[in-house]
């Protein structure tokens, strides 16, 4: 893919997600599941009403300040509603997030450019997380979770980046990667996964580094005895040789690591409680982080008992248990869009409003398929290092798919096993931080069977990718809150837990 074709293809990709994000954005009049929260949290910030908030603060003072835009833009003004403590309209308390949302394909997209150098696997990422549903619905309504990515992606952008350049643009780049990542952990705890992953990426880049320095010391000994030519050395040995950014990681040492991600993003957490311990002055800094953990352990066990849509960790990579957003019924599509009170009687409504918070089912299902196969090209690595002799070939470079593979695998790890041990009521979007490298996952995958030589294996990758955009396309009503007629809305509930 040439350079001005990935252009015009990104922008497309940035556009489409735009036109998705924004078309019918204040279809709604009302707030939707957690805007109750976020959307008036934001407010709150906006007439000084001090409040308490179960995590901390970034996402509602970013949706405060869309508020405050949003309510001195002369059009969309049409529709308001005063249930986030003043009267406001949806559009001004959503559109933040709409934009935020619609730049998060670019950033997956140049992760992807940074892991591989290829601009066909990066198109192909943001393609895909463009196509998926439960980041199309979490960025149409004042939610938080799209901050979280948003964050945490950058600042493994940004540190990717940062590995391309030399002395202070370095550290310009590092500083920068630092913030995001504060910025991640300061919308939700959970952002600091995105941190974690970074971690456990570059302590596997520095066990590489230190075992292929073992047995580059060993075969040098062989070498030495066999009189082997400096160029076999120079060709065969070099432990330097570098082809991504992520083979740049054992250049940055613990201090550095340490200070730029591990003090900046604590200071930067730090700094953007400030304004919200001015406004709610009951509790301290150390307080309310207290009062924070004390509100999720008392949440309850994970069962439906305690939320209807409670889902346990190991039911988000299958999408066993989505959640529904928003469910209204109508009569038919000339009565005024239902907001409020319960839906009619079963076999009674000929018009359905659902917003169902769940993601393009084959795009998570490929996604998952292709992330266990990068796995199994770890292992297979991994025991043909452990069985093979150690020949002089031991200490070359690892390629470039097997740095993808561990980016990725290593990062999807680091934000979903944490969750294992949590025992409170969590919900299906608290996967979308580890799921979006399964993205990048099916999208390498694609990527390399449009770019072999063989035709079935072009056939499997454009057949993916058709599969994936028809999907995107089959559930958007259900993403868009669109009316739909009761068989229209069981055509798409393919199990009874999707409900």
Same mark, same amino acid.
């Given at each position: 893919?040439?350079?001005?074709?990935?252009?015009?293809?990104?922008?497309?990709?940035?556009?489409?997600?735009?036109?998705?994000?924004?078309?019918?954005?204040?279809?709604?009049?009302?707030?939707?599941?957690?805007?109750?929260?976020?959307?008036?949290?934001?407010?709150?910030?906006?007439?000084?009403?001090?409040?308490?908030?179960?995590?901390?603060?970034?996402?509602?003072?970013?949706?405060?300040?869309?508020?405050?835009?949003?309510?001195?833009?002369?059009?969309?003004?049409?529709?308001?509603?005063?249930?986030?403590?003043?009267?406001?309209?949806?559009?001004?308390?959503?559109?933040?997030n709409a934009l935020t949302g619609s730049f998060i394909p670019?950033?997956?997209?140049?992760?992807?450019?940074?892991?591989?150098?290829r601009r066909s696997f990066a198109f192909l990422a943001g !393609?895909?997380?463009?196509?998926?549903?439960?980041?199309?619905?979490?960025?149409?309504?004042?939610?938080?979770?799209?901050?979280?990515?948003?964050?945490?992606?950058?600042?493994?952008?940004?540190?990717?980046?940062?590995?391309?350049?030399?002395?202070?643009?370095?550290?310009?780049?590092?500083?920068?990667?630092?913030?995001?990542?504060?910025?991640?952990?300061?919308? =939700?705890?959970?952002?600091?996964?995105?941190? !974690?992953?970074?971690?456990?990426?570059?302590?596997?880049?520095?066990?590489?580094?230190?075992?292929?320095?073992?047995?580059?010391?060993?075969?040098?000994?062989?070498?030495?005895?066999?009189?082997?030519?400096?160029?076999?050395?120079?060709?065969?040995? =070099?432990?330097?040789?570098?082809?991504?950014?992520?083979? =740049?990681?054992?250049?940055?040492?613990?201090?550095?690591?340490?200070?730029?991600?591990?003090?900046?993003?604590?200071?930067?957490?730090?700094?953007?409680?400030?304004?919200?311990?001015?406004?709610?002055?009951?509790?301290?800094?150390? =307080?309310?982080?207290?009062? %924070?953990?004390?509100?999720?352990?008392?949440?309850?066990?994970?069962?439906?008992?305690?939320?209807?849509?409670?889902?346990?960790?190991?039911?988000?990579?299958?999408?066993?248990?989505?959640?529904?957003?928003?469910?209204?019924?109508? !009569?038919?599509?000339?009565?005024?869009?239902?907001?409020?009170?319960?839906?009619?009687?079963?076999?009674?409504?000929?018009?359905?409003?659902?917003?169902?918070?769940?993601?393009?089912?084959?795009?998570?299902?490929?996604?998952?398929?292709?992330?266990?196969?990068?796995?199994? %090209?770890?292992?297979?690595?991994?025991?043909?290092?452990?069985?093979?002799?150690?020949?002089?070939?031991?200490?070359?470079?690892?390629? %470039?798919?097997?740095?993808?593979?561990?980016?990725?695998?290593?990062?999807?790890?680091?934000?979903?096993?944490?969750?294992?041990?949590?025992?409170?009521?969590?919900?299906?979007?608290?996967?979308?931080?580890?799921?979006?490298?399964?993205?990048?996952?099916?999208?390498?995958?694609?990527?390399?069977?449009?770019?072999?030589?063989?035709?079935?294996?072009?056939?499997?990758?454009?057949?993916?990718?058709?599969?994936?955009?028809?999907?995107?396309?089959?559930?958007?009503?259900?993403?868009?809150?669109?009316?739909?007629?009761?068989?229209?809305?069981?055509?798409?509930?393919?199990?009874?837990?999707?409900?």
């Amino acid at each position: 893919m040439t350079k001005k074709w990935f252009s015009i293809g990104m922008a497309g990709i940035f556009f489409l997600s735009l036109a998705l994000r924004f078309w019918g954005l204040g279809r709604f009049n009302t707030l939707v599941f957690d805007e109750v929260y976020f959307a008036t949290f934001g407010n709150n910030y906006l007439i000084h009403k001090p409040f308490f908030n179960a995590h901390p603060p970034l996402s509602q003072y970013i949706i405060g300040i869309g508020i405050w835009i949003g309510s001195h833009i002369p059009f969309w003004q049409e529709q308001v509603n005063g249930l986030a403590g003043s009267l406001l309209t949806p559009w001004s308390y959503r559109w933040i997030n709409a934009l935020t949302g619609s730049f998060i394909p670019l950033v997956v997209a140049g992760i992807a450019y940074q892991i591989s150098h290829r601009r066909s696997f990066a198109f192909l990422a943001g !393609l895909f997380t463009a196509c998926d549903g439960i980041f199309l619905v979490e960025s149409r309504y004042a939610l938080n979770n799209i901050y979280i990515v948003i964050f945490g992606l950058l600042g493994q952008w940004l540190l990717l980046l940062a590995l391309e350049k030399q002395n202070k643009k370095r550290t310009f780049w590092l500083v920068c990667s630092g913030i995001a990542f504060g910025a991640s952990a300061a919308t =939700k705890w959970n952002g600091l996964w995105f941190l !974690l992953g970074a971690y456990f990426i570059w302590i596997t880049a520095w066990l590489i580094r230190l075992v292929q320095a073992f047995y580059l010391g060993k075969n040098k000994q062989v070498l030495d005895e066999f009189n082997v030519s400096d160029s076999y050395r120079d060709g065969n040995l =070099k432990l330097n040789a570098v082809q991504t950014p992520l083979q =740049k990681l054992t250049q940055l040492n613990v201090f550095q690591m340490l200070f730029f991600l591990g003090i900046i993003p604590a200071f930067i957490y730090s700094i953007i409680w400030i304004p919200h311990l001015q406004l709610d002055k009951r509790f301290d800094f150390i =307080k309310v982080h207290q009062e %924070i953990l004390k509100f999720h352990l008392q949440l309850g066990g994970n069962t439906p008992d305690v939320h209807p849509y409670c889902a346990a960790w190991y039911k988000w990579p299958l999408m066993t248990r989505p959640m529904a957003y928003y469910y209204q019924t109508a !009569l038919s599509l000339n009565e005024p869009l239902p907001v409020m009170g319960p839906p009619l009687p079963p076999g009674t409504a000929k018009v359905l409003y659902d917003v169902h918070a769940m993601g393009n089912p084959f795009l998570w299902w490929f996604g998952l398929a292709s992330l266990l196969f990068l796995v199994g %090209i770890i292992v297979w690595q991994f025991v043909n290092f452990l069985v093979k002799p150690k020949r002089f070939s031991a200490a070359a470079p690892i390629c %470039i798919d097997t740095w993808i593979a561990l980016f990725l695998v290593l990062n999807y790890l680091a934000n979903l096993l944490p969750w294992v041990e949590v025992t409170r009521c969590v919900f299906i979007y608290h996967y979308m931080p580890a799921v979006v490298f399964t993205f990048l996952a099916i999208a390498w995958f694609v990527d390399h069977c449009i770019r072999s030589y063989h035709l079935y294996l072009r056939a499997v990758g454009v057949t993916i990718t058709f599969i994936i955009l028809v999907a995107f396309v089959f559930w958007m009503p259900i993403y868009l809150g669109l009316p739909v007629s009761p068989d229209a809305y069981k055509l798409r509930m393919w199990f009874d837990s999707w409900i």
